[in-house]
């Protein structure tokens, strides 16, 4: 028996593993509904991030903090906090609900039903912190509510009360309560006791309702299940429909009048479909890492999928003395280029830095100029810049380049001159074609593109044209503006051209019509796009890329910083490029945020062995980690594993002394995870 497992190799990132691990059915974004991070509020509203993730939904769903002040000068509300570098206060990403005391009334509130029917599957995911001063609420009759649906009724609860329950050795137990309301008029709970002093830490919550024995004829009414931890700790089989419900309360019960969470809540999700166990433990194990849900489901998007170029311009894979920045898309899961080469980077203009290996145009001074990593390509407005020789990109099939830049205008967006500086250009010495060119340019006073309109620069300032440009093989020439105001242009922006072929290709006569479309994206908002319907036309022929000047590299200098560059042969989503402007901003890069894939292997000592396999660098060694859950990888990786091409392969046995990795663990039953790690 062979089971052969596709994984993407992750690279080290600033000293941190990343694994591979084996192949789940589904992506935790399949059928996310409702995500409150609790991440900077904006007025005091939370909103619903499942819609950055594609979800439609209802258009209401959003967390309303209540008991909710401005603090001085800020449009941040409490019930919140933003103390990201204390882990007791903020579970992951920059902020929580934090509810701060038992009679304050602090508590967040959806309007809409992020969970459509709560009749079919669903799952709910919250990490909850208490504040019970140690005494985990013990012998105090207290109710403090982590999460209640909304209304009169309560088909979806839980909570934690005091008891005066003690366990054999006189400790303290505090209940766990998960509670349900039913159309037959019981209110059915599960009770599972933590001690006392074990209550006032972080714990991850997962609810979900199995619906698949549901059966009006037989009484069969699914069941309900509770997990603490990554484990399952309780089931209640109900009895009944449940009754509707009005929206979820976070920090009270339905009525929203009593019963106030005191200590912190963060990270919910909820999903209608049942999520894996091997979905359950991951949530569990990126809160411990004090990982967000929005970064696992943005782990899972499929950004290697036809990912032809990736420079990064950091650490040991930018430049070295060679002054070469090596393209990294296969090291990372991507493809090989259109072009038969590997398309890496040469510098010029640029000398050596005192005392380091990087070349200038290079900057290691991360703070200011990079974004995310430790270095980005500096650009100095006079004869820096950078050449990608020959073509990563076939112009006949729907492309999209992203970048990020941060241009050095002095504040004035080359308002009112002549300026014109390229981030990125197609390459050509006769100065002739430019089938995909992005820049920024001066222009006069005049009213600001959207979406900065509806951020309240409603009449005419100083601007700066950030431009898309491209041309086809008949000569057309599309472009597309931007203005922003110039008091924004000296930020990073995230800069993203897509070429897409709307209903078709060309055929192999060349006498297919189809539609050409550029889509032009800043900062995750589309902001605007130009359509072309013709016969026989394509993109111009690719000469290969400049970073930081125009096709010609002899002017129209960037000055600014340049990072994250790269390039695919398919356009990519909507979800995708949001997700890669909240990445880079968070100091996300598109190499660390590779695709992780999980799969498990069920042991068959009768088999003789496995076959795992995984994309790959040719000549590159590799280390293999074995586990028997998704939570726990202490054991150590066994290195020396060397690639012979770009997809490598090694067996995975139970037999000693046997070719590959040897696994004793594959005779003991029960399920074994793999990852895989690049060493060097």
């Known amino acids: 028996m062979k089971l052969t497992a596709y994984l993407r190799s992750l690279l080290l990132a600033g000293g941190a593993l990343w694994g591979l691990t084996l192949n789940t059915p589904a992506a935790l974004l399949d ?57 007791t206060v903020v579970r992951a990403g920059n902020g929580a609900l934090s509810c701060q005391a038992a009679s304050a009334g602090d508590y967040a509130q959806t309007t809409d039903l992020p969970l459509f029917s709560i009749q079919d599957d669903w799952t709910i995911s919250v990490w909850f912190k208490p504040n019970t001063a140690g005494t985990g609420l013990f012998n105090t009759g207290t109710r403090d509510f982590v999460i209640e649906t909304a209304g009169t009724t309560a088909p979806i609860s839980f909570g934690i009360r005091g008891t005066t329950l003690t366990d054999s050795n006189g400790v303290g137990q505090c209940d766990f309560q998960f509670y349900s309301m039913l159309v037959d008029g019981t209110s059915p709970s599960v009770d599972y006791y933590v001690p006392t002093n074990q209550v006032d830490q972080w714990h991850h919550l997962v609810i979900d309702y199995d619906a698949e024995d549901v059966s009006l004829v037989t009484n069969e009414f699914g069941m309900m299940n509770g997990y603490i931890d990554g484990q399952l700790v309780c089931q209640l089989a109900p009895t009944d429909l449940f009754v509707l419900y009005g929206g979820f309360n976070f920090g009270t019960y339905r009525s929203a009048n009593g019963r106030w969470w005191n200590g912190q809540i963060d990270e919910a999700a909820m999903w209608e479909r049942l999520l894996t166990t091997n979905e359950i433990a991951a949530l569990y194990q990126a809160g411990t890492n004090e990982e967000t849900v929005g970064s696992l489901v943005n782990s899972e998007t499929s950004l290697t999928n036809e990912l032809v170029a990736y420079w990064n311009f950091d650490g040991s894979y930018g430049p070295t003395n060679s002054w070469v920045v090596t393209n990294q898309a296969v090291a990372i899961g991507g493809i090989p280029t259109y072009d038969t080469g590997p398309a890496n980077l040469t510098l010029y203009g640029g000398e050596y830095g005192a005392g380091t290996l990087y070349t200038y145009p290079m900057s290691t001074n991360a703070a200011q100029v990079s974004v995310p990593g430790d270095a980005a390509l500096l650009g100095n407005g006079t004869n820096n810049y950078v050449h990608i020789l020959g073509n990563p990109l076939d112009p006949q099939k729907d492309l999209t380049v992203s970048a990020w830049f941060l241009p050095n205008t002095g504040g004035t967006g080359y308002a009112g001159t002549s300026t014109r500086a390229f981030v990125f250009e197609t390459s050509d010495p006769t100065a002739t074609y430019a089938p995909i060119s992005f820049g920024i340019r001066g222009t006069a006073v005049q009213n600001p593109s959207w979406p900065y309109v509806n951020a309240g620069y409603t009449n005419p300032v100083p601007t700066c044209d950030f431009q898309w440009y491209g041309m086809f093989n008949d000569s057309t020439k599309p472009y597309a503006d931007t203005w922003v105001p110039a008091t924004l242009s000296d930020q990073w922006h995230h800069v993203v051209q897509i070429y897409h072929c709307v209903s078709g290709g060309l055929t192999g006569s060349n006498s297919a019509p189809y539609t050409n479309e550029m889509q032009c994206w800043l900062d995750g908002v589309n902001t605007t796009n130009q359509y072309y319907t013709k016969t026989n036309v394509s993109l111009s022929l690719i000469q290969g890329f400049n970073l930081g000047t125009y096709r010609a590299a002899s002017a129209r200098w960037f000055n600014g910083s340049i990072d994250e560059v790269a390039m695919w042969q398919r356009a990519l989503s909507s979800n995708e490029i949001v997700a890669l402007y909240t990445n880079g901003l968070a100091g996300y890069s598109v190499l660390s945020y590779a695709p992780p894939q999980i799969l498990s292997l069920t042991p068959d000592p009768t088999a003789g062995g496995y076959s795992l396999s995984w994309q790959g660098l040719s000549g590159h060694q590799y280390g293999v980690q074995v586990s028997t859950n998704l939570i726990n990888w202490s054991a150590p990786i066994v290195t020396g594993f060397t690639a012979s091409s770009a997809k490598p392969a090694i067996t995975i046995s139970a037999t000693p002394g046997s070719t590959g990795f040897y696994d004793p663990g594959l005779t003991n039953g029960g399920p074994r995870f793999y990852r895989v790690v690049l060493q060097q």
């Open 31 to 87: 059928n996310l509904t409702g995500y409150y991070s609790f991440s900077s509020p904006v007025n005091g509203v939370v909103p619903n991030s499942a819609r950055a993730f594609g979800y439609a939904g209802f258009t209401n769903d959003s967390a309303i903090l209540y008991t909710a002040t401005a603090l001085p000068g800020s449009v941040i509300f409490p019930p919140w906090t933003n103390n990201a570098t204390d882990p």
